[in-house]
């Protein structure tokens, strides 16, 4: 598996069980192994790299810590995404940066998906734009689009309903296509 990156690297169960028995060197090779792809999730939700780089050190505490309570019923990596995601809209929550919306506006979601329209593809900069969105939004996004996170699970995570998250993501899609719409500086030919 060395093509593999990020979280799709998977560790031999071998590894696990002698860092749960709290071998120094196979705690390590897991920090070595994930925490790359943690800092990205990280960074990709919270967009502030010192904050990201804390959230990542606060995990790989947690999973050192708790180790021995991963049951081997999924995928390794994927506890500690999970982790790594909990841990990073917790800190948000705690900035009290989040944009809360009501059920009221439920009703007013349309069906769309980011990755189905056009506008994406006339994008060259999506970082910077996902950077203009709220902290919210992007995390929403994020968990949702590229993590591959249920609407129910980051309900669950931000400690708020379902709806919260399809509607922060319906609007990260409209606030994401109305700054692919804006026309970008055009250079004006004139006389000389």
């Known amino acids: 598996m060395a093509d593999s990156k990020g979280f799709s690297q998977q560790l031999p169960k071998a590894v696990i069980k002698a860092a749960k028995n709290g071998e120094i060197d196979a705690l390590e090779l897991i920090y070595r192994t994930y925490s790359d792809a943690a800092y990205t999730l990280a960074l990709r939700i919270c967009r502030e790299p010192s904050l990201a780089?804390?959230?990542?050190?606060?995990?790989?505490?947690?999973?050192?810590?708790?180790?021995?309570?991963?049951?081997?019923?999924?995928?390794?990596?994927?506890?500690?995404?999970?982790?790594?995601?909990?841990?990073?809209?917790?800190?948000?929550?705690?900035?009290?940066?989040?944009?809360?919306?009501n059920d009221e506006q439920i009703s007013n979601?349309?069906?769309?998906?980011?990755?189905?329209?056009?506008?994406?593809?006339?994008?060259?900069?999506?970082?910077?734009?996902?950077?203009?969105?709220?902290?919210s939004a992007r995390a929403v996004l994020v968990l949702h689009e590229i993590e591959g996170y249920s609407h129910k699970?980051?309900?669950?995570?931000?400690?708020?309903?379902?709806?919260?998250?399809?509607?922060?993501?319906s609007r990260a899609y409209k606030a994401l296509k109305k700054l692919a719409d804006k026309p970008s500086s055009k250079i004006v030919s004139g006389n000389k």
């Open 53 to 101: 780089q804390d959230v990542v050190q606060d995990v790989f505490i947690k999973v050192m810590k708790s180790i021995h309570s991963f049951r081997e019923e999924g995928a390794f990596a994927g506890w500690i995404r999970r982790i790594v995601s909990n841990e990073t809209i917790n800190r948000i929550r705690r900035q009290n940066h989040l944009q809360l919306v």
């Open 109 to 135: 979601l349309a069906s769309e998906s980011l990755f189905e329209q056009e506008w994406l593809m006339a994008t060259r900069d999506l970082d910077s734009m996902l950077g203009k969105l709220t902290e």
């Open 153 to 169: 699970e980051i309900g669950d995570m931000f400690e708020k309903s379902e709806s919260f998250s399809k509607v922060t993501l």
